[in-house]
């Protein structure tokens, strides 16, 4: 497994997904994209590393992801006046994406 290569490949997910519902902010979504990513990267690898050889479920591997979700700061849709709840959402659906996809391509 890249790690390298996986964390651009979410990267691009992720600012696809961004991009569907707050195209406006595309750079600065990107930003918090990328810096969450950079903050759990090594968790990321590690995680992936052990979902490829079976040590954890795809549950298991959601529930991990899940408890990084403080880290997930989107400052600028929160500058931007999104509510709450919305960001809330908005994290969600960040976190079901980067499990699809780790999924898709180790499993």
């Known amino acids: 497994m890249d790690i390298d290569a996986l964390i651009k490949l979410l990267k691009?997910?992720?600012?696809?997904?961004?991009?569907?519902?707050?195209?406006?902010?595309?750079?600065e979504t990107k930003e918090d994209v990328e810096s969450f990513l950079t903050l759990s990267k090594v968790k990321l690898e590690r995680w992936t590393g052990l979902l490829q050889s079976g040590e954890?479920?795809?549950?298991?591997?959601?529930?991990?992801?899940?408890?990084?979700?403080?880290?997930?700061?989107?400052?600028?849709?929160?500058?931007?006046g999104v509510s709450k709840l919305r960001l809330g959402h908005l994290k969600n659906k960040i976190i079901k994406t980067i499990v699809n996809t780790v999924i898709t391509v180790v499993i």
Not at 12 to 27: C, N, P, R
Not at 73 to 78: D, E, M, P, R, S
């Open 12 to 27: 691009d997910e992720l600012v696809s997904v961004l991009g569907e519902s707050y195209s406006d902010y595309k750079k």
């Open 56 to 80: 954890l479920t795809p549950d298991d591997y959601e529930w991990l992801l899940k408890s990084q979700k403080d880290l997930l700061v989107l400052n600028a849709l929160y500058q931007a």
